[in-house]
RNA sequence: GCGCCCUUAGCUCAGUUGGAUAGAGCGUCGGACUACGAAUCCGAAGGCCAGAGGUUCAAAUCCUCUAGGGCGCGCCA
């Protein structure tokens, strides 16, 4: 097995990219020699839902009818004529003509069992593309506020982003992958002061907790730390002399914690911790508001009154009200950036009344400085971050970009729950569910995987109990359980003095079965599978792929008991070809659970529940 | 009030970016082990794809409207 595909070497074509360019050619012949129109519309080539369909369906003579002036069936004719014509190979078996005027065709058999020498050849690798050319990425998740530990919410942030990473990876993209430290600002001002009174309670003093402060346990171990550190020297200084070194020194320890839960859900690494603090340092920000100042995307006036949250606007004494707790008004102007124009609701202000920057200034500036460094920007957000998109791209827009330069996946919210009860959350309440705690007591990979069994911009019911039962309710368990049985046959043909399996053509011939060729085709497809989830940015597709396959190798294991047609039988050379099929499919599960950073165990651990 | 997301079998959800007769798990009912892991599998029942229009050869998928649920809508970050 090699380790992965050598860089520069494109990896092989997929089979649906053989039967595309035959197409193509046909196509192009066709159309050079007048027949009908250069193709416009794309043309797709999709396995069809009924295999009786053939091996690919394809909606040439559909999408060309219109333009060709020829009934679909009519045109399909001629186009397979075309076909017939470049495929010199012979890679076609056969064609016909269905339905509207779809060309269903078949490949020779060949074709697919030439295709999996591919997984032994390639190995670990098995599934890498150059899909994605090379083309760098900036992948940014979490980027969880430095004021306490990862919640639920994060981990599913955390396990989305970094299989979307993983996925950029594996179909040929350049990805880095990015956290933005929010360490400037209110909020981790607010983390020091509270630090502040739990160093003052730690000298014995009474201190009243705000509600806005962070109660947890962890702002204690903070002030403890100061306390062993600097002694009293804080205690009765101004509060502009500690607050800096209180909240570097929060915000450094909350890293840590954060940094040991990311490593607890299996996200190892980063390569790059941006720093909003350092942004404004080094100057980046005032120099991000000068660019825009020299490209009139700036302009200084009043904002419009802040809808209410509820209901209709609200009179505007109310308004001002508001606004004057806060400390600011209606009235003040503002240097606003003209978002508006570039299809955001209104124009955003970048800098506040005082003057300084605000924290939509500093992350555009930041987006700006990111998008100089890759040439596309992932952002994994929470869905309360939803309405803050547009701007982004507005911003992206303005300074010269695409929009689509910065794709955002958005992640729904977790609802925690224990054998269907709904588990208690909530900030304000103050019993939030720690990342930590669920993975302790589910397990990283369980956590992992069930992070994933839904597209991301659904919410997703989390059970704490399913999540720790050894049984195939629990996806995870069920996938994980099918390799370790695949694994288990591989074991018993060797103790039964089998050779090792090896790619052999005229073995793997002997897979005339109709699930061995579902299965076949599966394993080949895997590659394509992993390439469309990258460029998807869904990550949830290669659970589900992994769990239809394993369910298609069950049911072909346990209809072999009942038919007598065994893994390993009789025949040297069926067992052979059957061995090599049950190789390629643990390697496509193995590679899969790779992507989603779950492992593929040899055995199963702990015994069945029911002996007798 | 406005924006975004969601609405598919009794429940929880997929649906390959517009393809042919809409799928899976759970649950219900009925079945399958004297040999490769029954931690598995097979079968049955279960659907107006929230509703109404539109776009076209073709719509669960795209557009508009309506109804429900969620999340947002600050000079917070």
Same mark, same amino acid.
């Given at each position: @097995?090699?380790?992965?595909?050598?860089?520069?070497?494109?990896?092989?074509? @997929?089979?649906?990219?053989?039967?595309?360019?035959?197409?193509?050619?046909?196509?192009?012949?066709?159309?050079?020699?007048?027949? =009908?129109?250069?193709?416009? &519309?794309?043309?797709?080539?999709?396995?069809?839902?009924?295999?009786?369909?053939?091996?690919?369906?394809?909606?040439?003579? !559909?999408?060309?009818?219109?333009?060709?002036?020829?009934?679909?069936?009519?045109?399909?004719?001629? &186009?397979?004529?075309?076909?017939?014509?470049?495929?010199?190979?012979?890679?076609?078996?056969?064609?016909?003509?269905?339905?509207?005027?779809?060309?269903?065709?078949?490949?020779?058999?060949?074709?697919?069992?030439? #295709?999996?020498? +591919?997984?032994?050849?390639?190995?670990?690798?098995?599934?890498?593309?150059?899909?994605?050319?090379?083309?760098?990425?900036?992948?940014?998740? $979490?980027?969880?506020?430095?004021?306490?530990?990862?919640?639920?919410?994060?981990?599913?942030?955390?396990?989305?982003?970094?299989?979307?990473?993983?996925?950029?990876? =594996?179909?040929?993209?350049?990805?880095?992958?990015?956290?933005?430290?929010? %360490?400037?600002?209110?909020?981790?001002?607010?983390?020091?002061?509270?630090?502040?009174?739990?160093?003052?309670?730690?000298?014995?003093?009474?201190?009243?907790?705000?509600?806005?402060?962070?109660?947890?346990?962890?702002?204690? %171990? &903070?002030?403890?730390?100061?306390?062993?550190?600097?002694?009293?020297? =804080?205690?009765?200084?101004?509060?502009?002399?500690?607050?800096?070194?209180?909240? %570097?020194?929060?915000?450094?320890?909350?890293?840590? @914690?954060?940094?040991? %839960?990311?490593?607890?859900?299996?996200?190892?690494?980063?390569?790059?911790?941006?720093?909003?603090?350092? !942004?404004?340092?080094?100057?980046?920000?005032?120099?991000?508001?000068?660019? !825009?100042?020299?490209?009139?995307?700036?302009?200084?006036?009043?904002?419009?009154?802040?809808?209410?949250?509820? #209901?209709?606007?609200?009179?505007?004494?109310?308004?001002?009200?508001?606004?004057?707790?806060?400390? @600011?008004?209606?009235?003040?102007?503002?240097?606003?950036?003209?978002?508006?124009?570039?299809?955001?609701?209104?124009?955003?202000?970048?800098?506040?009344?005082?003057?300084?920057?605000? /924290?939509?200034?500093?992350?555009?500036?930041?987006? =700006?400085?990111?998008?100089?460094?890759?040439?596309?920007?992932?952002?994994?957000?929470?869905?309360?971050?939803? #309405?803050?998109?547009?701007?982004?791209?507005?911003?992206?827009?303005?300074?010269?970009?695409?929009?689509?330069?910065?794709?955002?996946?958005? &992640?729904?919210?977790?609802?925690?729950?224990?054998?269907?009860?709904?588990?208690?959350? #909530?900030?304000?309440?103050?019993?939030?569910?720690?990342?930590?705690?669920? $993975?302790?007591?589910?397990?990283?990979?369980?956590?992992?995987?069930?992070?994933?069994?839904?597209?991301?911009?659904?919410q997703l019911d989390f059970d704490l109990d399913l999540a720790k039962q050894q049984t195939l309710d629990n996806p995870v368990f069920y996938v994980q359980y099918g390799h370790a049985r695949i694994a288990s046959i591989l074991r018993r043909a060797a103790e039964a003095g089998i050779a090792a399996p090896r790619y052999d053509l005229e073995a793997v011939r002997r897979l005339a079965l109709p699930e061995e060729q579902d299965l076949l085709?599966?394993?080949?497809?895997?590659?394509?599978?992993?390439?469309?989830?990258?460029?998807?940015?869904?990550?949830?597709?290669?659970?589900?792929?992994?769990? +239809?396959?394993?369910?298609?190798?069950?049911?072909?294991?346990?209809?072999?008991?009942?038919?007598?047609?065994?893994?390993?039988?009789?025949?040297?050379?069926?067992?052979?070809?059957?061995? /090599?099929?049950?190789?390629?499919?643990?390697? $496509?599960?193995?590679?899969?659970?790779?992507? !989603?950073g779950v492992a593929a165990p040899e055995r199963m651990e702990s015994a069945p529940v029911d002996e007798e």
């Amino acid at each position: @097995m090699r380790p992965a595909a050598a860089p520069g070497i494109p990896p092989p074509p @997929m089979i649906r990219d053989l039967v595309r360019d035959l197409f193509e050619k046909a196509l192009a012949r066709g159309a050079a020699a007048g027949r =009908w129109p250069a193709a416009s &519309i794309p043309v797709t080539v999709e396995p069809p839902r009924d295999p009786r369909h053939g091996d690919f369906a394809v909606n040439a003579a !559909l999408v060309l009818s219109k333009a060709a002036g020829k009934p679909p069936r009519e045109l399909a004719a001629s &186009i397979v004529e075309e076909l017939r014509a470049v495929d010199a190979d012979g890679a076609v078996a056969s064609v016909e003509i269905a339905g509207p005027g779809f060309i269903n065709l078949r490949l020779a058999a060949d074709v697919w069992f030439r #295709g999996l020498a +591919e997984v032994e050849r390639q190995g670990a690798a098995f599934g890498r593309t150059g899909a994605g050319k090379g083309k760098r990425v900036n992948v940014e998740f $979490v980027s969880a506020n430095p004021t306490g530990p990862m919640h639920v919410g994060h981990g599913r942030n955390a396990v989305t982003g970094d299989v979307v990473a993983r996925l950029l990876d =594996w179909s040929g993209h350049a990805v880095t992958r990015e956290y933005y430290v929010n %360490d400037f600002g209110a909020q981790v001002q607010t983390l020091a002061r509270s630090v502040h009174l739990r160093y003052q309670e730690l000298h014995g003093r009474q201190v009243v907790f705000p509600p806005k402060g962070y109660p947890g346990e962890y702002v204690v %171990d &903070i002030a403890r730390a100061v306390k062993a550190a600097d002694g009293d020297r =804080w205690l009765d200084a101004p509060e502009s002399s500690w607050l800096a070194p209180f909240r %570097d020194r929060a915000v450094e320890h909350v890293l840590g @914690m954060i940094r040991e %839960d990311l490593e607890a859900i299996g996200v190892g690494r980063y390569d790059v911790w941006s720093s909003e603090k350092a !942004l404004y340092q080094s100057g980046a920000v005032e120099r991000f508001l000068a660019e !825009l100042t020299a490209k009139d995307l700036v302009y200084v006036g009043k904002l419009p009154p802040p809808r209410s949250k509820k #209901g209709a606007p609200p009179p505007p004494a109310h308004v001002a009200a508001i606004a004057d707790e806060e400390g @600011m008004t209606a009235a003040d102007d503002l240097t606003l950036f003209r978002s508006s124009q570039y299809g955001d609701e209104v124009d955003r202000p970048v800098k506040k009344a005082d003057g300084t920057p605000t /924290y939509f200034c500093a992350d555009i500036a930041y987006h =700006w400085q990111k998008r100089q460094r890759a040439d596309k920007l992932v952002d994994v957000l929470g869905a309360d971050h939803g #309405g803050y998109v547009p701007r982004l791209k507005a911003a992206l827009q303005a300074l010269g970009h695409q929009r689509d330069d910065l794709h955002v996946v958005l &992640i729904q919210m977790v609802n925690l729950t224990r054998g269907g009860e709904a588990v208690k959350m #909530g900030k304000r309440s103050g019993n939030v569910v720690w990342l930590r705690e669920v $993975v302790d007591e589910v397990g990283r990979d369980a956590a992992r995987y069930l992070f994933l069994t839904r597209r991301a911009d659904a919410q997703l019911d989390f059970d704490l109990d399913l999540a720790k039962q050894q049984t195939l309710d629990n996806p995870v368990f069920y996938v994980q359980y099918g390799h370790a049985r695949i694994a288990s046959i591989l074991r018993r043909a060797a103790e039964a003095g089998i050779a090792a399996p090896r790619y052999d053509l005229e073995a793997v011939r002997r897979l005339a079965l109709p699930e061995e060729q579902d299965l076949l085709r599966r394993v080949l497809s895997f590659p394509e599978l992993l390439a469309g989830a990258a460029l998807a940015f869904e990550p949830h597709r290669v659970a589900y792929f992994l769990q +239809e396959t394993i369910a298609a190798f069950h049911s072909y294991y346990t209809g072999g008991k009942r038919t007598g047609e065994r893994v390993i039988g009789p025949d040297p050379v069926t067992t052979a070809g059957r061995l /090599y099929l049950c190789k390629a499919l643990q390697q $496509v599960l193995a590679n899969g659970l790779a992507v !989603l950073g779950v492992a593929a165990p040899e055995r199963m651990e702990s015994a069945p529940v029911d002996e007798e």
